[in-house]
């Protein structure tokens, strides 16, 4: 079984950054993509990042673009979102997810973390 733990999240102010991480364990290599999402209060989950783990395609959303990366340890165990440049906008509840590789959608998870909490201050 494939297990996520999402862990960085915190306070932050406008313009500051934050790395989160998604550290995986057990069968992770079977899963073809691996991608963060969020959810503020009122809002439908949406995908931020993503990552294919065949060709190492990398994709954002429109609102992130620039200001987000997302990469991978050595291992290949730990995937990190480095966000930078936030705003009050970025607040919501991070989650990562891994899945089946979806061209349109980058990737449709059925394995997720807990979720870690950002908060952009004004």
């Known amino acids: 079984q494939l297990q996520l733990a999402e862990s960085g999240g915190g306070l932050v102010q406008s313009g500051g950054s934050l790395r989160l991480a998604c550290t995986t364990s057990?069968?992770?290599?079977?899963?073809?993509?691996i991608g963060w999402f969020r959810q503020a209060p009122g809002k439908e989950r949406e995908g931020v990042a993503c990552l294919h783990r065949g060709d190492g395609s990398r994709f954002y959303a429109e609102s992130v673009e620039g200001r987000f990366t997302i990469s991978t340890d050595n291992a290949g165990n730990t995937v990190y979102l480095q966000m930078s440049l936030l705003t009050p906008e970025d607040t919501a509840v991070y989650y990562c997810g891994a899945g089946p590789a979806i061209p349109a959608l980058c990737v449709i998870p059925d394995y997720w973390g807990q979720g870690t909490q950002v908060t952009v201050s004004p």
């Open positions: 057990g069968a992770s290599l079977d899963k073809d993509a």
